[in-house]
């Protein structure tokens, strides 16, 4: 019995490991899956800085949405102002999108490195006000503008299917998963705990 226990233990151990990954956007909670664009995004209620607010998006296998092309933002724009209309959120409310130029000055880069091909903004920027200018928010009408980073804004984050790894055991107690090979704080490990279909 010992022999057999064992055995269906380092079985579950090499399926989660090896075999198991952990889904796509659309089988998740709380992220909704646009067709058109082929993005999932999710809107977190709340408003914070840029770098918090792509860490809430980190935690929760995302990073701020990233509107690539005229498809994708036309539908990111109707995505917020339903989640904004149906969260009874002021008219006139912003949201960061993952766009930056904190690696280079007047060299806008999306998060995770992907260059910028296509652009949205308000006519006169970026401009820098202030000289301190560098993470991006898309206005009331959609239009993108820089502002600094610190500025309190809403959330809307993109599945990145990059985030994804297989389900990997870290310790005997299978306590953590790992998120882009770091182990996790205690609410990402909840929610791939919960999320995840690979489970020790």
Same mark, same amino acid.
């Given at each position: 019995?010992?022999?057999?226990?064992?055995?269906?233990?380092?079985?579950?151990?090499?399926?989660?490991?090896? =075999?198991?990954?952990?889904? !796509?956007? $659309?089988? &998740?909670? @709380?992220?909704?899956? =646009?067709?058109?664009?082929?993005?999932?995004?999710?809107?977190?209620?709340?408003?914070? #800085?840029?770098? =918090?607010? +792509? &860490?809430?998006?980190?935690?929760?296998?995302?990073?701020?949405?990233?509107? !690539?092309? =005229?498809?994708?933002?036309?539908?990111?724009?109707?995505?917020? +102002?339903?989640?904004?209309? *149906?969260?009874?959120?002021?008219?006139? %409310?912003? %949201?960061?999108?993952?766009?930056?130029?904190?690696?280079?000055?007047?060299?806008?880069?999306?998060? #995770? #490195? $992907?260059?910028?091909?296509?652009?949205?903004?308000?006519?006169?920027?970026? +401009?820098? *006000? @202030? #000289?301190?200018? *560098?993470?991006?928010?898309?206005?009331?009408?959609?239009?993108?503008?820089?502002?600094?980073?610190?500025? &309190?804004?809403?959330?809307?984050?993109?599945?990145?299917?990059?985030?994804?790894?297989?389900?990997?055991?870290?310790?005997?107690?299978?306590?953590?998963?790992?998120?882009?090979?770091?182990?996790?704080?205690?609410?990402?490990?909840?929610?791939?705990?919960? +999320?995840?279909?690979?489970?020790?």
């Amino acid at each position: 019995m010992v022999y057999l226990k064992l055995a269906l233990l380092l079985a579950v151990f090499a399926y989660c490991k090896y =075999s198991v990954t952990c889904g !796509t956007c $659309k089988d &998740r909670k @709380g992220w909704y899956y =646009s067709e058109k664009a082929d993005r999932c995004w999710m809107y977190i209620g709340g408003e914070v #800085g840029a770098i =918090s607010a +792509n &860490r809430l998006c980190y935690i929760r296998l995302g990073v701020l949405a990233r509107p !690539t092309s =005229s498809v994708i933002q036309e539908e990111l724009v109707k995505f917020r +102002n339903e989640k904004f209309n *149906h969260h009874g959120v002021a008219k006139g %409310a912003k %949201a960061w999108i993952g766009l930056n130029d904190l690696g280079n000055e007047g060299t806008f880069t999306w998060t #995770g #490195g $992907k260059p910028l091909n296509y652009t949205n903004w308000k006519s006169g920027e970026p +401009n820098n *006000h @202030g #000289g301190d200018e *560098h993470c991006v928010y898309l206005n009331p009408e959609g239009k993108w503008m820089d502002q600094e980073c610190e500025a &309190r804004f809403h959330i809307l984050c993109e599945f990145d299917e990059t985030a994804l790894k297989q389900c990997t055991k870290k310790d005997k107690l299978c306590q953590y998963w790992t998120v882009k090979g770091r182990c996790t704080q205690e609410e990402s490990k909840k929610f791939m705990a919960e +999320n995840c279909s690979c489970f020790c």
